[in-house]
């Protein structure tokens, strides 16, 4: 029951941040990654854990993902944006892995 509230907060914090300041760049995205650490760092030590390992995404990067604890909601916008999602790995270690995915577009023509 606890891992089901902490991560109802988890996204609860990531979202508010996101719909807060919806489209502020990189600013947005550092206020929605810093919630979320905040978050997972709680649900590690909550588990017994040590905090996630952060890391950025590398091209050809080799990922052991046995679960995925709490994803960044990217940020609306037509370009490439940051986001970041923490795992479980095999061995039961928390990682956070930073990558860049397409934004959603909102076009407002019709």
């Given amino acids: 029951m606890k891992m089901i509230k902490l991560m109802t907060l988890a996204g609860v914090m990531a979202m508010s941040t996101n719909?807060?300041?919806?489209?502020?760049?990189d600013r947005t995205f550092d206020r929605a990654f810093s919630a979320n650490a905040k978050a997972m760092e709680q649900y590690a030590a909550n588990q017994g854990k040590?905090?996630?390992?952060?890391?950025?995404?590398?091209?050809?990067?080799?990922l052991d993902v046995v679960k995925i604890v709490s994803v960044v909601k990217p940020q609306p916008a037509c370009a490439v944006v940051p986001t970041a999602m923490t795992y479980e790995d095999s061995n039961g270690q928390l990682n956070t892995l930073k990558y860049?995915?397409?934004?959603?577009c909102r076009n407002s023509g019709g």
């Fill in 50 to 62: 040590a905090p996630p390992v952060v890391r950025d995404y590398e091209y050809g990067m080799k």
């Fill in 19 to 25: 719909v807060l300041a919806e489209g502020g760049g």
């Fill in 100 to 104: 860049s995915v397409a934004g959603v």
